[in-house]
Nanobody, 116 residues
C-alpha cells in the first residue's frame, strides 16, 4: 500500500489550503484514513480521521477550521484547512489503518507553512 500526499505550501495567516492523499494497492475496505502533523521540535500529533463508513473525529485544536473528507471510489482523503494559523505550520502526514487487521500505512508528508 502506498499513500501519496499533495497540496502543501506557503499560505498567509487566515488563508486556506486543501491537502489530498491518494492510496494505492490492496487494502481492506474496513479502514480509517486520516491526517497527522509534526511541527519542528515536536512529536507527531493526530489531526483528524474518517472511518470508511463516514464517521469523523477532530483534534480540539482544529475543530471548526479543518475539515476531513474522503472519496472511497478514488481511495482518496482530503483535508480542507481554513482560517490557518502560524501554529498550524507542520509537515502533514496521511495515514491509512486497517482496523480489523491491525495494519498501518503512512504517506511521505507534505509541508504546510503559515506565515506572513
Amino acid at each position: 500500500v502506498q499513500l501519496q500526499a499533495s497540496g502543501g505550501g506557503l499560505v498567509q495567516p487566515g488563508g486556506s489550503l486543501r491537502l489530498s492523499c491518494a492510496a494505492s494497492g490492496r487494502f481492506s475496505s474496513a479502514n480509517v484514513m486520516g491526517w497527522y502533523r509534526q511541527a519542528p521540535g515536536n512529536e507527531r500529533e493526530w489531526v483528524a480521521t474518517m472511518i470508511s463508513g463516514g464517521t469523523t473525529n477532530y483534534a480540539d485544536s482544529v475543530k471548526g477550521r479543518l475539515s476531513i473528507s474522503r472519496d472511497n471510489a478514488k481511495n482518496t482523503v482530503y483535508l480542507q484547512m481554513n482560517s490557518l494559523k502560524p501554529e498550524d505550520t507542520a509537515v502533514y502526514y496521511c495515514n491509512l489503518r486497517e482496523y480489523r487487521l491491525g495494519r498501518n500505512y503512512w504517506g511521505q508528508g507534505t509541508l504546510v507553512t503559515v506565515s506572513s
